[in-house]
């Protein structure tokens, strides 16, 4: 069965800091995609990134970055010199190939960027 | 603005009645999905249809709930009769399954409250 799991409930974190969101997942299949998503507090899913399981290398997007490991099955959200705007829900997510595509996520992690 | 719109954004009603939400997609999209977010959870799946076919359904759609894309356009998602336990947001989604992976564009969703 596939499951994700946060195990951060909620993070504070004075802005400036360095803040890593945990994500884990389990999945039988080889094939498989996942996703990290911010959604503020407007309530709208923000895409953030996707990485097919064939994929390990780590990617950068400014203060975003992501460290996929399949030998643990974790997929890591590093947010570099965070800023009060980064405050928000972040959901770690999985698809699996080729079926219905549904997305499975995680309970999220509150994250609160302190002044 | 071309992305996935739903109407209406909030509902409050009263324990019994029936809701409809409709979620109009991005047009060239075939597929279509709804998910359901309660508070302090991450999204999760419902259903989703390719075309107008509704080809998955899970198994928290219980029989108050049916949803609906007559011509493969928008979709509705009607709860009869209901229950304080179906305060949620609804999120649906679409995408477009011609590439590898089927992009899912999420809309801002439909906050519902029943007292």
């Known amino acids: 069965a596939q499951k994700v799991t946060q195990a951060q409930t909620e993070i504070s974190v004075v802005e400036k800091e360095d803040v890593t969101l945990d994500c884990v997942y389990e999945?039988?299949?080889?094939?498989?995609?996942l996703f990290w998503y911010k959604q503020p507090p407007s309530g709208e899913l923000v895409f953030l990134i996707r990485?097919?399981?064939?994929?390990?290398q780590n990617e950068i997007s400014g203060r975003y970055s992501w460290n996929f490991q399949k030998s643990t099955s974790s997929f890591n959200f590093t947010i570099t010199a965070s800023q009060v705007v980064d405050s928000a829900v972040y959901f770690c997510?999985?698809?699996?190939?080729?079926?219905?595509?549904?997305?499975?996520f995680g309970k999220g992690t509150r994250l609160h960027i302190l002044p | 603005d071309t992305g996935v719109s739903q109407d209406p954004r909030h509902k409050i009603t009263k324990r019994g009645q029936n809701v409809t939400f409709r979620c109009d997609p991005i047009?060239?999209?075939?597929?279509l999905y709804w998910y359901r977010q309660t508070l302090g959870q991450g999204p999760e799946f419902l259903t989703y249809?390719?075309?107008?076919?509704?080809?998955?359904k899970s198994r928290l759609l219980s029989d108050r709930f049916s949803a609906e894309r007559p011509k493969g356009s928008f979709s509705t998602l009607e709860i009869q009769r209901t229950e304080q336990g179906d305060s949620a947001m609804y999120l649906c989604?679409?995408?477009?399954?011609?590439?590898?992976?089927?992009?899912?564009?999420f809309g801002p969703g439909t906050r519902l409250t029943v007292t």
């Open positions: 990485r097919n399981s064939f994929d390990e």
């Open positions: 989604a679409s995408s477009f399954d011609i590439r590898a992976w089927h992009e899912q564009y």
């Open positions: 249809f390719q075309n107008e076919a509704q080809l998955e």
């Open positions: 997510a999985l698809s699996e190939v080729g079926r219905d595509d549904k997305i499975i």
């Open positions: 999945t039988r299949d080889t094939t498989y995609y």
């Open positions: 047009s060239e999209h075939n597929r």
